[in-house]
C-alpha cells in the first residue's frame, strides 16, 4: 500500500533543507537577539521567519493540517496535539548556538496523525546533515541508514546531556546532582551538543549511547524522536514511564538497560507541561 504520509514528509525535507539555508545565511551576518522565558533562553529573527515559511508553505499544501511551532506558541497560540495531522515544529534548536556560531543548530519537523509520530526530519544545517525517519520505515542521515549503538554497558557508553535555559537554583542542583551521579557510575564521558535534536540523532547515529534531559519542549525533540525508534533506539520518561511529548522529559537511548540505569540516577522535577492550559 503507497505511503498516505509520503508526500508529506518529503515537502518536509525540501522545506527543512530550504529553512537551513536561510539559517546558514543568517550565521554569517549580524542578528537580532530577543528573550523568551528567561534572560538565557533566545529568539531571532530568523526562527520566527523560519517558522512563518515552514507554516505557509504546508498550509498551501496541506489546508487541513494543524501546527504546534515553537515561535508560534511563544506569540500566544495553544500548544495541544489533537488527532489531526500535525506538523511540530522547531525553526531552529540551538538559538544559542546559533546565535553565537556553535555548529550544532538544526531545523525540525515533526509530523503526528492521532497523536502518533509518523515521521521526523533534523537537518542539522551548519553541517549539512539531513536526519529523516519514517515510522516502520528506518531511519537514515544523508540517505545512510542509521543503527543505534549496541553497548549494553553504561560504563562504556558516552551520555549526553544540557544544562538547560533555566538557571533557577533549586533546578540547577537537581540537575547538576543527576550528572554527577552519571558521570560516577562512571560513563566515559558526558556530552552535550547545545541542541536536544542533534544529541538525539547522536544516539540514533550510534555516536552517544543516551541523551536525557528535562525542560525541553514538543518541538525540540518530536522529529528525532522518530528517528532514535527507527534506528533502533528507545525512548522512555525520565521517571521510566512511557515518553510524553507534551510532558518536557525525555530519556532516548540506545537500549532499555542503559535507558532504565540512566533513569535510575535521574533527580525527576516536572516543569509545566507544553499542554497546560
Ligand atoms: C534548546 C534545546 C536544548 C535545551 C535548551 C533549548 P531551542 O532548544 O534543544 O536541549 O537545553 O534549553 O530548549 O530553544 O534552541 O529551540
Not at 51 to 72: A, D, N, Q, R
Not at 97 to 124: R, T
Not at 166 to 183: G, H, N, Y
Request: glycine share 8%; net charge negative.
Amino acid at each position: 500500500m503507497a505511503d498516505p504520509w509520503q508526500d508529506a514528509m518529503d515537502h518536509a525535507v525540501a522545506l527543512a533543507r530550504k529553512a537551513g539555508t536561510l539559517v546558514r545565511d543568517a550565521v554569517q551576518n549580524d542578528m537580532k537577539v530577543m528573550l523568551k522565558s528567561t534572560s538565557v533562553d533566545l529568539v531571532t529573527q530568523t526562527d520566527q521567519k523560519v517558522e512563518k515559511l515552514i507554516i505557509e508553505s504546508v498550509t498551501k499544501k496541506f489546508p487541513t493540517h494543524c501546527f504546534i511551532g515553537e515561535e508560534s506558541v511563544a506569540a500566544g497560540e495553544a500548544c495541544v496535539l489533537t488527532d489531526s495531522p500535525t506538523w511540530i515544529i522547531d525553526p531552529v534548536d540551538g538559538t544559542t548556538n546559533f546565535v553565537h556560531g556553535y555548529p550544532f543548530v538544526a531545523v525540525c519537523i515533526g509530523f503526528a496523525v492521532n497523536k502518533q509520530l509518523e515521521f521526523g526530519v533534523v537537518y542539522s544545517c551548519i553541517e549539512d546533515k539531513m536526519y529523516t525517519g519514517r515510522k516502520g520505515k528506518g531511519a537514515f542521515c544523508n540517505g545512510e541508514a542509521l543503527q543505534v549503538s549496541d553497548q549494553r554497558d553504561i560504563t562504556q557508553s558516552i551520555v549526553a546531556s544540557e544544562f538547560g535555559s533555566t538557571r533557577d537554583p533549586e533546578v540547577m542542583d537537581k540537575v547538576f546532582s543527576t550528572m554527577r551521579k552519571v558521570l560516577c557510575l562512571p560513563v566515559h564521558g558526558l556530552r552535550g551538543a547545545g541542541s536536544a535534536a542533534i544529541n538525539m540523532c547522536h544516539v540514533a547515529a550510534g555516536s552517544v549511547e543516551a541523551y536525557y534531559e528535562t525542560g525541553i519542549h514538543c518541538w525540540d525533540f518530536a522529529a528525532s524522536a522518530v528517528i532514535v525508534s527507527e534506528a533502533g533506539g528507545v525512548l522512555m520518561d525520565v521517571e521510566g514511564g512511557p515518553m510524553d511529548l507534551m510532558s518536557r522529559r525525555v530519556v532516548a537511548a540506545n537500549c532499555q538497560v542503559i535507558a532504565e540505569r540512566i533513569v535510575k540516577e535521574i533527580d525527576a522535577f516536572q516543569p509545566t507541561r507544553d499542554d497546560a492550559a
